[in-house]
């Protein structure tokens, strides 16, 4: 066994399970039922217990501030930026390459 893996099954064993769902932290990507206003949508996300979203890319670009305005007033923080996969996809078949 590896020393990593020791250490993280030590980790594991010394944690109970409600521990470890208690820091466990959860984000969502936009989906289509949520409100269409940022803040709207930031406090959406909070109250279905989410603490992080996984927003699309444009949205940020375009609203930028009104996003920070949003982590500051809800605490629910953006982890990560999306992009169109289907742009993606149209750029990948001009280029002959297949995305599986």
């Known amino acids: 066994m590896s020393i990593n893996h020791q250490i993280l099954v030590s980790s594991l064993e010394s944690n109970t399970d409600k521990e470890r769902m ?4 959860l984000a969502t990507q936009n989906q289509s039922f949520f409100p269409e206003g940022i803040i709207e949508k930031f406090h959406y ?3 279905l217990g989410f603490d992080a979203f996984e927003i699309d890319g444009k949205l940020l670009v375009d609203h930028k501030e009104e996003i920070k305005n949003a ?4 605490g ?3 982890n990560a930026a999306c992009g169109d996969m ?3 996809l149209v750029i990948s078949q001009k280029r002959n390459v297949k995305m599986v």
């Open 71 to 74: 982590i500051d007033e809800t």
């Open 22 to 25: 208690e820091s466990m932290k």
């Open 86 to 88: 289907t742009a993606g």
């Open 45 to 47: 996300i909070k109250k």
């Open 76 to 78: 629910v923080v953006v």
